[in-house]
């Protein structure tokens, strides 16, 4: 076995990588960009290398750089991961030429495979079912327009180099053939420099169906289904093993065609056979056709590790150090149900632009495998994809796998920056897809109802006051918040459109939050808040957002975030700082005598301002702090002594 690899990639799948290998006893040796110096795929390897700028081309897609580093940190083998270099065959060939292992399929395989339309014809003579269609090379928009018609409508044309839906069109009715066409050919120019298009006839109510195969030059095996059917426009989102529904006959069926798709290549190492299945009337044994073969490690790996208990990346490197698959075919069974959601920094409201910005606040539930790339204060980067993680949960059958990941999500908490998180937890907790009535176009077409934001819950609401005023998460007794009672502050939430205004006091341990309508009642217990019996969401201030952990995430806006003099209020012996921050001016003097509302001390925290005022008529007896102090939550700034006013 290796002693040494590099990991030429980034992000959740080098982390991935990294962990194998270490529990193999084998040293990891990350490469990374400017952008990355300080990502979490550079701090969990032993070893790390800068391979240049953030952009892709001058880092992770610079094989020169990479294999720099691998000779440099004396690595015996790379690990391509998915995306960047892992189907260049150039790749393999370079590293060949330097005495380097490359832990993935020969380049001749990568080749065989890399051009969707000569895949297809490779497959038609392997006697693997393909997709009615033309994939060859006379691309004269005569030829086309004719295969076409041929074809019938509806049709997509695909990019022949595509990857990732990109190049791919569908055509409805022949009048948009042309317009169609220009699209998905200046679409793949850019993005895989290549033209040439293939057409194909559009399978109705499809279903994809992917097959984890792997050989080891001398047999090959397969890893049974998954199923990528919930998909956003041609990219899968949420992935499954088994695929629901699905017979032994029809496993049989696809499963051998996928073996032969891979003998078909001498494929050694890991790949993935796609498949088109009709599902208008369920599957069946000869409606499912060959889509492409993806000679990598996929990202919806981890579900078939789930369902199978083989680490798809151990097997990877055994293989490439010339070892024998560990397994025959039928030590393999299927056990329970897995199923992953791909966590993204996108706005799902939004057309599901990328967002970038810091994660200030990453937690990842208990009861889910976590594959994620990112810790709380890390910034989502806008060189690379904006995938955050993914959540991948394991139970006996597919009702409680569902249930569990609605679990994990809404467990999950990320703040700082959007995620797809409350889209996510819409997409598990629906019906239509605990039935699975969906296919490939199921999300495209009902986004509307999926993205539409709910008016946020009273107990959302009052979390995001607590949070608001600081006191959302600490542990244990409030402890120096009843020397404030009745602290009585303002605070102004706006959530979309709409604003709350909201006055909070505390006594010991309960919180009394009331708008120009209602009171309520919240009370701490074991750190955590409760409302009517109700443990309230958990949340967290971050600059003038509260970000409250209930559906996948509600953020309220701070409005007026700054002074609020006159409505702090405590007619307590000592003025408490509510929170960590820095005393940046203080109004008073030891022996002063103070009238209600008098200002007393200003602090910034969170980057916003808070002034804390005089209860009632008292006299300042201690200061404690000066101006540019740094000071701990509920460090005490001044002592009052209170007057009585009636004497
Ligand atoms: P497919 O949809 O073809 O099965 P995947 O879902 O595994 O493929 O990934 C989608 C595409 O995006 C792939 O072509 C992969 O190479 C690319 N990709 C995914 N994640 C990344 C990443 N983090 N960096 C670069 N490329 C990526
Ligand atoms: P990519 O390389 O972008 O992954 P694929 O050929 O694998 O392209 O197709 C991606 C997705 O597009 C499939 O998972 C499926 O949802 C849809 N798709 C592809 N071909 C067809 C087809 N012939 N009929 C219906 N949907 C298709
Ligand atoms: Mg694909």
Redesign the pocket.
Known sequence: MFKKILIANRGEIAIRIAKTARRMGISTVAVYSDADKDALHVATSDEAYCIGASTPTESYLNIERVIDAAVKSGSEAVHPGYGFLSENPDFPEALERTGLVFIGPSAESIRAMGL?SAAKRLMTKANVPV?P?YHGSDQRFITLKAEANSIGYP??I??VA???????R?VEDPENFSEALHYAQSEATNAFDNSHVLL?????A???I?VQVFGDGEKTIHLFERD??L?RR???VIEEAPAPGITEPIRAAICDAAIRAAEAIDYKGAGTV?F?ADGSNGLRQDKF?F??M?TRLQVEHPVTEAVTGVDIVEWQLRVSAGEKLPLEQDDLHLNGHAIEARVYAEDAANGFLPVTGRLDHVRFADRSRNDCSVQSGDQINPFYDPMIGKVIVHEKNRSEALTQLSAALRETELAGSKTNLSFLIDLAEHSDFAKFAI???WIDRNVKHLVQTANPSVNALLSAVLAAVHVGRIKGDLLGFNLWSPLKQAVKLRFNDYISNLSVSFDRNTAYISDKNSSYIAQQRNGLWWHREQRLPLAKAIGSSVWVFEDGGIIFELCDPLYREGKTIADAASVLAPMPGLVTHVAVKKGQRLQKGDKIVVLEAMKMEHGLAAPGTCEVEEVKVSAGDQVEAAAELVRLKIVDDAT
């Open positions: 969707k997709v269609g049709l997509l695909k990019a595509g990857g990732g839906g990109k190049g791919m569908l194909e006839k559009y399978i109705s499809p279903r994809h992917e990528c059917s998909q041609y990219q899968k796609e088109i056709w889509l492409e993806n296919d490939t176009n």
